[in-house]
Structures are given as structure tokens and as C-alpha cells.
């Protein structure tokens, strides 16, 4: 995990901006895709470092926070909401433990393999979770916007 505040800022930012190139996102995505991970991220860094909370805690409050920022950006740039939110948890997916999973499961230690492997999958889960919730409270909101919108008119 990265030792400070702006190390997580800047490293979950250009990381996401390699995945919006990598993924052929259009160009004018790129930027507001990658903050809004480098936020997601570093709030998630943020909560386990400075607050204490367990990663899945901190992992679904973050994915939380980057998915309603995502479903937001989505809407005011009239852009499908599939871009958005896949550049908002990319920063999240737990890669380096997955991998360490299959190493220890490779060498033979099943034990601390399958601990890993279950920590993983929980992470996955907790990001799973927080996206979908993102993306319904955001639908929930703007429902009732377009409702009042109707009402008033």
C-alpha cells in the first residue's frame, strides 16, 4: 500500500488513466474517469490508514464513493455509465493478492493460500457491492429529480 496521502492520489490516478487508454475509452472520459478513481482509492487508503477500518469496510465504502461519483459524471456528460464505473473500481481489484494466492497454492501451502484467496474474494465482493448500491442510489436520485421535475411543470 502506498506510504502517504498524495502517493495514493497520484499512483491510483495514472493507473487508471492507463487502464482508460488501455480500454479505449473516448478521450474526453479519460481525465474525469481517472479522478474519480484516484479519489475512490485514496479515500479507501485513506479510511484504512488514517481510520483504522478493516480493508472490506474500507474497500466498500470506497468503491461506494466511486461509483456515485462515476454514475454522476455518466449523467452530466451524457456518456454510458459502463465507462465511468469500470474506471472507478479499476484502482480497487485486488490483483497482487490473487496472484499471491495461486503462488502459495503452487507451492503447496494451502492453508495460507486459501486465507489469501478468501481475503480476495471478499475485497471482489465489498467492490461488487458498493458499485451495485452506487448505481442504485444514484438511479434512485435522479428518478425522483426527473419525478419533482414532472410534478412541478
Given at each position: 500500500m502506498p506510504g502517504n496521502f498524495l502517493t495514493a492520489l497520484l499512483t491510483s490516478f495514472v493507473g487508471t488513466l492507463g487502464f482508460?487508454?488501455?480500454l479505449h475509452t473516448p478521450r474526453h472520459a479519460w481525465i474525469p474517469g481517472s479522478c474519480i478513481g484516484a479519489v475512490g482509492y485514496t479515500l479507501y487508503w485513506a479510511l484504512m490508514a488514517?481510520?483504522?477500518l478493516p480493508e472490506?469496510?474500507?474497500i466498500f465504502i470506497g468503491s461506494?464513493?466511486?461509483?456515485?461519483?462515476a454514475q454522476y459524471a455518466a449523467r452530466r456528460l451524457k456518456m454510458i455509465a459502463t465507462i465511468f464505473g469500470t474506471l472507478a473500481i479499476i484502482a480497487f481489484v485486488p490483483g497482487l493478492g490473487l496472484y499471491r494466492c495461486m503462488s502459495l497454492l503452487a507451492q503447496g501451502n494451502t492453508s495460507s493460500?486459501?486465507?489469501m484467496g478468501i481475503a480476495a474474494m471478499a475485497n471482489i465482493v465489498m467492490i461488487t457491492f458498493g458499485l451495485g448500491m452506487g448505481s442504485f442510489l444514484m438511479r434512485i436520485f435522479f428518478a425522483a429529480r426527473a419525478e419533482k421535475k414532472r410534478g412541478c411543470a
Open positions: 482508460a487508454v488501455l488514517w481510520a483504522g472490506t469496510a474500507a461506494l464513493a466511486a461509483s456515485l461519483m493460500g486459501l486465507q
